[in-house]
């Protein structure tokens, strides 16, 4: 059996100022186990009294080696375990995924499938920024938004319950399209979730925008200008209340996004106070792509009929020898994409979600990388926080909206 | 392909030797791996590729030369252009030098491939293990590691795995 080395404080002599070393500076773990870091995350703090002096992040506690074991699986089969990399972005992860794979072996998705993959990312986005609410004001002590936001979150589990069958990891979009048509519910659904949502979002926004404790924990809290947020790679609301509007949904649309209206919000502030405005800007703009969408949703298949990617339907195998022969060959050996790499990316709600997929023309992968938002957004964290208080700490974590299984996959 | 990127590759290609490729739409650019940081500074400041999107790394084990292609890939969110570059180097030591300087991102994404393949980051500031735990045996992303799997038991030989397997650290 293997002894336990334990860290010395001289591995990470460079990262703490020469005070620590001498007693004169605190320092003091958070986490992993912490309310206030969204999952297990855990931060080593140099304290000078109240101020933090240097933060440095320690991350891996929910690595899963999702990309080793994707290597092992084929093509169809390796999509499930992406659902479980972003557990606020289920449907994003596999939305990205999808795309590299559609990328490598060049498969075109009806247009069906395209709208009602884009329906399901925005509310997946609105269901993320929901809980990304209801937590980031839990943590400036703004207990009453919690519950609010998870009772209109629980009406979009619903509706992924209603098409998927699954409340979180749906693993409804595939290779080629979809799964299958939504269910003749699912308009009623949708239509019901988007009577309410506005008049839902001002409520939240009357609770907080003008909320003096709010706004004292907020304003000026974890500058970043737009230049350095570039350079160290944010993406998502954290980059745009910086300022640069980027966001892929604009820069290289997908899915059809080039076809609906709506704005990208910014903000030039780039404190946590921007941050929460863009967000709640988004879940609005998300709103309006979502009835374009649905007004417009065409009919028609919702997969690829491209029987060499994509399984044949049920109801053909029981009357088509082909079909009968793909369906097999198909889950038993998967398909072969050419030799080659691609990288997809979509606009999760934390920022660009990639996939860099490699093939060496077998039916498995042969490299799957994940760019993961929050990898790169929590990289800046220790920049944000230096000079701060603690409790502006919680704050500032909150603000760039972490999820760690999206960190540590 | 649009005829910028094309320039930028031509670019590429006279300053390094570098050799392009494409597929399913994309340009990679392979450049020497000693050549790379002057190819991220040329990147950054010439063609104006100012956001590092990621950096990863393929390993093609047990071919030797080159073992490892280090994927990078670039954005210019003004011209709204992505470029892929990669670096091949050899399985035996392999190194090679950190672009942290020109795009501070690279940090914890160097830290990760370093992490997951072994490759040494020279003139990086903060090169440990990111992911896996600090006193780990190594490097879980490389083909010649096992992925490892547990036995299935059932109650002929419940008792005789149980036996063999390995206890949980105290």
Known sequence: MTQIQEVSLDEIRHLVSERAMTGETMLLNMGPQHPSTHGVLRLLLELDGETVVNCIPDIGFLHTGIEKNMESKTYQKAEVMTDRMDYMNTVGNNFTYCLAVEKLVGLDVPPRAQAIRVILAELTRIQSHLVWLGTAALDVAAMSVFLYCFREREQILDIMELVSGQRMMTTYIRPGGVWRDVPVEFEAAVRDFLKIIPKRIDEYEALLSKNPLFLDRCLGIGVISGEEAINRGLTGATLRASGPDYDLRKFAPYSGYEQYDFDVPTRTEGDVYARYLVRMEEMRQSIRIIEQAMAKLPLGPVRSNNYKFVPPPRSEIGTSMEALIHHFKLWTEGFNPPKGAVYAATESPRGELGCFLESDGGPKPYRVHFRTPSFDNLQVLPRLSQGHFVADLVAIIGSIDIVLGDIDR | ?170
């Open chain 2, 1 to 170: 392909m649009s005829e910028v990127l094309q320039g930028y590759q031509q670019k590429l290609v006279k300053a390094f030797k570098a050799e392009t490729s494409e597929f399913a739409g994309e340009v990679t650019v392979l450049v020497p791996a000693e050549k790379i940081i002057e190819a991220a500074r040329m990147i950054r400041d010439e063609f104006g590729f100012d956001f590092l999107v990621c950096i990863t790394a393929v390993d093609y084990w047990p071919e030797e030369k080159p073992r490892f292609h280090v994927a990078y890939v670039f954005r210019s969110l003004s011209q709204g252009l992505t470029l892929q570059v990669r670096a091949p180097i050899p399985g035996i030591n392999p190194s090679l030098a950190s672009i942290e300087s020109v795009y501070q991102n690279a940090n914890w994404q160097e830290r990760e491939v370093y992490d997951m393949f072994g490759i040494q980051f020279e003139g990086h500031s903060d090169l440990r293990r990111i992911l896996m735990p600090a006193d780990w045996q190594g490097h879980p992303q490389r083909k010649d590691y096992p992925l490892g799997y547990e036995e299935p038991q059932y109650t002929f030989n419940f008792d005789d795995i149980a036996a063999r397997k390995p206890a949980p650290k105290e």
